[in-house]
């Protein structure tokens, strides 16, 4: 895998992360690297020595995704918000055939069944979730009780974000954390808010990793139907509804074209 391609998958899965409704794992999945992320942010030393350069060339290409594409795709939310998600849905919609052949799933068991509804029925759920109306928590003034919601938040929010289909940022919307999280402590490096909230978002990443890792290992089917039905459930808080504007249906069908094309190109039918 060259350079450039694993940077371009982080700087991705950086953007994708900061954006209330799109999922940093589901970018993960769609380029096949879902796997590799998690034996890695899992500690597996094994893998981490394999996979040395991959962590540092995907960290680099997160990062810079995170701190120097923020401002651009809330210009993009702002101003052409349908063809952004037009573009991202045709991003999931392309990735569908690489993950269900990954899935390995020859013939659907109750077991598989019960984990792609229940996990489609929880996205249909927070659709109806209104973050947007939930007031935001001024963390400012830092006390004890809100360094330890700073903390949680950060933890909670980097779990939901490692899984295919629930954004993390909506969480942290959700329970009024995201201007404090990155607007705040990230966006403006205030200390010692930062530190809570990197701590936060390393004990969510590890031990979300290690119990993704666990289910991945012994249930592998039946974990990736889940991911399968948080993956369709995520389509309905992207889609913006039907419009006219011929470029977003030409965005959601080129991207899906290219994701389709770009996983064929690297052996993945």
Known sequence: MSQIKIIFYGLVIGISNVIPGVS???????????????????????????????????????????????????YLLLEHSTLTFYSFLGIILGSFPLIIKKAGIKKIRL????????????????????????????????????????????????????????????????IGMYQGVFGYAIGQFVFPHL????????MGLIFGAKAVKILMEK??????????GLLVGSLLPLFPG?????????LLFGFAGFILWFNQLNGEK
């Open 24 to 74: 940093g794992g589901t970018m993960a999945v769609v380029f096949g690297i879902y796997e590799k992320l998690i034996a890695v942010v899992s500690l597996d030393f094994k893998a981490i020595k394999e996979d040395f350069g991959f962590i540092i060339l995907l960290g680099i290409g997160i990062v810079g995704g995170i701190l120097g594409f923020s401002n651009v795709m809330n």
């Open 111 to 174: 077991s598989e069944g019960v984990a792609f509804v229940s996990t489609f029925l929880i996205m249909i759920l927070l659709t109806f979730v209104q973050p947007e109306g939930a007031g935001q928590i001024d963390i400012s003034q830092l006390t004890f009780p809100l360094a330890i919601g700073l903390f949680a938040a950060s933890a909670i929010s980097t779990f939901t974000m490692i899984l295919p289909g629930i954004s993390g940022s909506m969480v942290l919307l959700a």
């Open 195 to 202: 530190l809570i909230v990197v701590s936060g978002m390393l």
């Open 219 to 228: 249930y592998y089917t039946v974990t990736y139907a889940a991911i399968l």
């Open 242 to 250: 039907f419009v006219s504007d011929v470029w977003a249906w030409v």
